[in-house]
């Protein structure tokens, strides 16, 4: 060998390198569609040239593309997709109705079959198309120092609005519901505990609704006259209907629902919502314990009078017909029959 070919040596196992790194490079490295030609269908394919070949990964099922490069990915924000509701049922938290209650006398009641059949048929879900009156109700299940400040705004407003009351609530705040009866407000019942009314058997529906009579009439130092009932969670069929009308109490629904309860939703969606969609004989529905419905209740009150419309209570919405039921006592004055 001489000298001169041995120094040829390191020359070509370099070439031999710089072959096969290129050829294990183009091995590697994933085409790209250059000129991609519309199918026949008419349909318009996507296309995304990477400018990093060397390090593209491949994220469709598709040999030829597109490709995304590792910057792609790295900027890639992911698009938010709302969460899907849940319906939480709060469990209660005790399972026996406080001993305070069991001797507040509870008004024996029995209505003519008619009087049970239009309470059970009837379910107030708007009032008087005709009559510029829309009812602020709330449902109280939870909130003390939100709930004040909704009485006193009603109160600066000069207001009054149904409260739905669940039983738990009076028994620990007693004062926030004498509070509402002396504000002049209407008070309707929202059972005991919060239960799902088609999960739970009917000698329950009775204990939860007259319960909550009890526990009101209790708090408040009086016997308190109701005669709508709102579901909790707002569910009910015809059987719970049909149960609670035998109590003499009317299902009472809403169609005007901000959700000021979900933390999705800002003082500015409720006050937008109620804006947007009430009417006459709407029936608002709010919350006590929703900050939410407090810091959009003044506005609200002001987008109704700015419509031309009275905000008031539930039975202030009703036409004659559906204030009028058939052998059934008023339980309370309507505006402009106090």
């Avoid at 041995?6 to 183009?26: E, G, K, M, S």
């Avoid at 109700?137 to 009603?154: K, P, V, Y």
């Avoid at 799902?196 to 009086?222: R, S």
Wanted: hydrophobic share 35%; net charge negative.
């Amino acid at each position: 060998m001489t000298a001169h070919s041995h120094n040829r040596q390191p020359d070509l196992l370099f070439n031999l390198a710089v072959v096969f790194a290129t050829a294990l490079l183009l091995l590697c490295t994933p085409p790209t569609r250059a000129h991609a030609q519309d199918p026949p269908d008419g349909t318009v394919q996507l296309e995304h040239k990477s400018p990093y070949p060397k390090h593209s990964i491949r994220l469709t099922a598709s040999e030829d593309g597109p490709f995304f490069t590792l910057a792609d990915l790295a900027a890639y924000t992911p698009i938010a997709r709302p969460p899907a509701q849940r319906w939480t049922i709060r469990a209660p938290i005790w399972n026996t109705y406080p001993p305070e209650i069991a001797d507040v006398p509870i008004l024996p009641r029995s209505y003519p079959s008619a009087t049970v059949d239009y309470l059970a048929g009837h379910e107030i879900e708007h009032g008087d198309r005709q009559n510029p009156y829309v009812a602020l109700t709330f449902d109280c299940e939870s909130g003390t120092e939100s709930t004040r400040q909704i009485l006193a705004l009603l109160q600066e407003e000069q207001v009054q609005g149904t409260f739905f009351i669940l039983g738990r609530y009076a028994y620990l705040f007693p004062d926030i519901v004498r509070q509402i009866a002396e504000g002049g407000h209407e008070i309707g019942n929202h059972s005991f505990f919060h239960p799902l009314f088609t999960a739970i058997e009917p000698v329950t529906m009775t204990q939860e609704i007259l319960n909550t009579e009890a526990v009101i009439d209790w708090a408040v130092g009086h016997h308190v006259p109701m005669r709508y009932f709102r579901f909790p969670y707002g569910g009910r069929n015809r059987t719970t209907r049909q149960h609670a009308a035998t109590l003499g109490y009317q299902s009472a629904f809403w169609d005007v629902d901000p959700r000021g309860w979900d933390p999705e939703k800002s003082a500015e969606d409720v006050i937008d919502h109620v804006k947007g969609t009430m009417h006459n004989g709407g029936i608002v529905i709010m919350h006590c314990g929703s900050w939410d419905d407090v810091h959009a209740l003044q506005q609200v009150i002001q987008a109704i009078r700015e419509s031309g419309r009275v905000p008031g209570t539930l039975s202030d919405v009703l036409t004659e017909e559906q204030w009028n039921v058939p052998d059934y006592p008023k339980t309370w004055p309507r505006r402009g029959q106090e």
